[in-house]
């Protein structure tokens, strides 16, 4: 219950990171980083911010777009920022429950368009829109983690409880479930980090060795029992 919990939670994030990539067609010569909330309850309302750069040694006056996700139709924001050379400013647009599309994504892009030298920068990020027990998004999304995690430290524990001393076939089961067990830890902390790249990789290995599980000690179980 650890694992699939877990695996849920950075799939949906996961997801919504690649929707993310795909929903919009701004796009820059330069990564631009974007801060969003990784969770939101349908009460809330969010903060997105960016930091817009001057990395000329002129002032520059860009046009910083965000375009945010809507459930009538996507709404673009335009705005013009002053800055002298090599300064930065945080520009930050709030997004709320009417931003969600697929009934629980809000997904954003913004480009800081190219003015002179200065390259443009793009950069996008989403949020998932969930809550447990009336508690706001990164409440929830916290207790979910550590509800995962402890599932799957108690779950491993009490397994090696019960069949302790183990014999061939149970130790085969616990090496194949350690690594599982630390690909998923490795999902979440990669999720918590807003790492959606190395978060991908660590569903799809967690999807390879339950495949690996369920064909080498469930269907063919019997070769180990000799």
């Not at 009538?72 to 709320?96: F, Y």
Request: hydrophobic share 50%; proline share 3%; aromatic share 10%.
């Amino acid at each position: 219950m650890g694992i699939l919990i877990g695996l849920a939670l950075t799939g949906a994030y996961a997801w919504g990171e690649s929707e993310a990539r795909i929903y919009s067609s701004l796009n820059g010569a330069v990564d631009l980083a974007i801060k969003c909330p990784l969770m939101m309850s349908p009460r809330e309302s969010g903060v997105i911010t960016a930091e817009i750069t001057n990395l000329t040694d002129k002032e520059i006056r860009p046009v910083v777009t965000a375009e945010i996700s809507h459930e009538k139709a996507p709404r673009e924001i335009s705005q013009t920022v002053s800055l002298l050379s090599g300064k930065s400013e945080t520009v930050e647009w709030t997004v709320d429950s009417s931003d969600v599309i697929f009934e629980r994504l809000i997904l954003v892009n913004v480009l800081q368009s190219r003015f002179n030298d200065n390259p443009s920068r793009s950069g996008s990020c989403s949020i998932l829109l969930y809550s447990l027990f009336g508690l706001v998004g990164m409440e929830t999304f916290s207790l979910v983690f550590v509800v995962s995690l402890a599932l799957i430290i108690s779950g491993g524990w009490l397994w090696l409880y019960a069949r302790w001393p183990l014999d061939k076939f149970s130790g085969n089961i616990v090496q194949i479930n350690v690594v599982l067990l630390s690909i998923t830890i490795f999902a979440l902390l990669s999720t918590w980090a807003r790492w959606w790249g190395l978060t991908l990789f660590f569903d799809a290995l967690i999807l390879l060795v339950m495949g690996i599980i369920l064909t080498e000690f469930v269907l063919f179980s019997q070769k180990y029992s000799e």
